[in-house]
């Protein structure tokens, strides 16, 4: 199976990663060369086998259901490549 | 002062006053000064935050209030969130980033009372094998400056190989602390999944990263992981289990056990001169009275597919919070909030990085979620399980840390599966989420080597005392470059 031209804009949309028009061929030869790596695992029989999702197989502990404190606001804010008080700024999203 | 002492020696030095954390520090700085333009081991230096430490832990000392590595400076791979200092992972897209706290790790170091030397050069995002994706440019190995140092933590491994540290942090998701280890002529431990925090450890694939240290020998990498290990409530994979002391088994009898050798690793694809020094180190551990026995990993050949499956699948969506909304790299013409994000991931990740980002969103994506993801993480069971099944057979797995000794800089650096295939041997151990140790096992054309050793959950006590015996009979590590 190959990546198609409307495979990678899906993508590119998906992933909010700008591909240039230039650079999509040599993109796709690359992604292609992996999925030809990766469909190896095509060839075993799973049926009746669980998925592992934790590398220690067992499950996610949870912490207490309890509000924590954060003290180091502006630190953060000023992070932030354009805020104001106590937003972070973004190009207008609502008409 | 003697070059290349290991961390033991320089906690004897301290302890005798032969020399104070200030002069040993300044010791290493000079030596950075004097390295680091041709290696490029190091992204960021602050000699006055170092000083500072080290005048802080000279008062210690002084006052007899030190622990093992008080006073020592130790480099902290760029993955690593440390208060105050600027944090880039290796990527244009933190280029700016101040972090405004500390890592888990780094907290501990500094509680340790070690000194923060400098944050080490590493692959972007902790993507590569080689260091060539870091936007810092590629770190040189001390051993041939042609060459790679191996990654992702190239950065560590070369800072310690040339000399310019004693001793570094580094991660591991798929070999990027072994590798790099294997092939600058050092001794790096990877730690069971959950043994050591992930809080403030940038993240890559957060179910296979795991931070252990790059130092010189078994004993300081024992050293190094008594800091480093302990349960972390701030990362809800981190494992509640009492703390051991890493130091007090290094020097048990290993004679009477077992090592297993997995015949798919000791095949024909096994380069034959990386044979040849695999067979001196399985007659050095029979020297010292090690039984081997022949075992089986059948699944070990989907790893690298299984890998490419789940560490893409969750860095993309790990990597997502790289919007250039909240801190980080924002590009600086746009037109509207979609466009913003569009255009600063792709000015501010790398071609690896990216090229990743797109394999998992496609193999997470609508109607291919079962026939990848679900699929790799059925495989990944099955990998599990192979280890399990040995380790009823024997005590620990030997194994290649690295296909081969150090290629050349740009070799590998247009074919992505060819640079996948560095971690072949390392991989499997991520995905089960088992320790493992790359040691220096000799030279093959004047190029150091490593030979790897895998145990079972939590054995790192295990694996450092037979590669602490190896080392006392052995020289391979005490072995250095001369960087010119």
Not at chain 1, 18 to 30: G, P
Not at chain 2, 273 to 300: H, T, W
Not at chain 2, 398 to 408: E, G, N, W
Request: glycine share 6%; proline share 4%; charged share 25%.
């Amino acid at each position: 199976m190959s990546i198609t031209q409307k495979d990678i804009a899906k993508l590119s949309k998906l992933a909010k990663i700008n591909i240039n028009d230039k650079d999509k061929e040599l993109v796709i030869k690359k992604l292609d060369g992996i999925l030809e790596l990766i469909n190896a695992m095509q060839m075993v029989d799973t049926k009746s086998i669980e998925p592992m999702s934790h590398a220690l197989d067992i499950s996610q502990p949870l912490r207490e259901d309890t509000q924590t404190e954060f003290s180091n606001k502006d630190r953060y804010l000023e992070l932030g490549p354009d805020s104001n008080e106590d937003y972070f700024i973004v190009p207008r999203v609502i008409e | 002062m003697k070059n290349h002492l290991t961390l033991k020696q320089l906690q004897n030095g301290l302890q005798n006053k032969d020399y104070s954390s200030v002069e040993l520090t300044n010791y290493y700085i000079d030596q950075i000064n004097k390295y680091n333009n041709s290696v490029n081991a190091f992204i960021t230096v602050d000699y006055e935050k170092s000083l500072a430490q080290a005048k802080l832990a000279d008062e210690q000392l002084k006052l007899n209030k030190s622990s093992d590595l008080t006073g020592i400076p130790i480099a902290q791979k760029d993955i690593f969130c440390a208060d105050g200092w600027r944090t880039t992972c290796g990527s244009k897209m933190l280029d700016n980033f101040i972090s405004p706290y500390d890592s888990k790790v780094v907290e501990l170091f500094n509680q340790s009372g070690a000194i923060n030397l400098g944050k080490t050069n590493m692959d972007e995002f902790a993507m590569g094998s080689s260091n060539e994706t870091s936007f810092y440019g590629n770190v040189k190995n001390p051993w041939n400056l042609d060459c790679v140092p191996g990654g992702s933590s190239g950065g560590s491994a070369a800072a310690v190989s040339s000399g310019m540290a004693p001793a570094a942090t580094a991660t591991d998701t798929g070999g990027s602390i072994r590798q790099p280890a294997s092939l600058c002529g050092l001794t790096g431990l990877k730690p069971t999944y959950g043994l050591v925090s992930r809080y403030g450890m940038i993240a890559f694939a957060s179910s296979l990263d795991q931070a252990g240290p790059i130092a010189k020998t078994s004993e300081d990498c024992a050293m190094m992981l008594n800091v480093m290990a302990g349960h972390d409530h701030r990362d809800s994979t981190s494992i509640k289990r009492d703390k051991l002391n890493y130091l007090d088994n290094l020097n048990d009898s290993i004679k009477g056990k077992t090592i297993g050798i997995p015949k798919e690793f000791f095949n024909s694809d096994l380069d034959e001169d990386v044979k040849k020094v695999l067979d001196r180190v399985i007659d050095e551990y029979k020297l010292l009275g090690v039984n081997f026995k022949e075992i089986s990993l059948e699944n070990s050949h989907l790893s690298i597919p299984v890998y490419y499956v789940i560490a893409p699948a969750e860095a993309s969506s790990n990597l997502s919070r790289y919007d250039g909304v909240r801190y980080g790299y924002r590009a600086s013409d746009y037109q509207d909030i979609e466009n913003m994000y569009l255009k600063t991931r792709e000015e501010g990740f790398g071609d690896e990085v990216k090229r990743r980002i797109l394999v998992g969103t496609y193999v997470l994506s609508a109607g291919y979620y079962d026939a990848y993801y679900l699929k790799a993480q059925k495989i990944r069971r099955l990998i599990a399980t192979d280890f399990k099944k040995s380790f009823s057979e024997c005590d620990l797995i030997l194994a290649p840390s690295s296909p081969s000794t150090a290629f050349k800089i740009g070799e590998k650096k247009e074919d992505p599966v060819s640079m996948y295939m560095q971690d072949m041997y390392t991989i499997s151990t991520n995905l089960a989420g088992l320790p493992a140790i790359s040691a220096p096992a000799g030279f093959i054309n004047n190029m150091p080597i490593g030979f790897q050793l895998i145990g079972n959950y939590f054995s790192e006590s295990t694996i450092l005392n037979f590669v602490h015996e190896y080392q006392k009979q052995t020289g391979w590590h005490q072995e250095y470059p001369e960087v010119r």
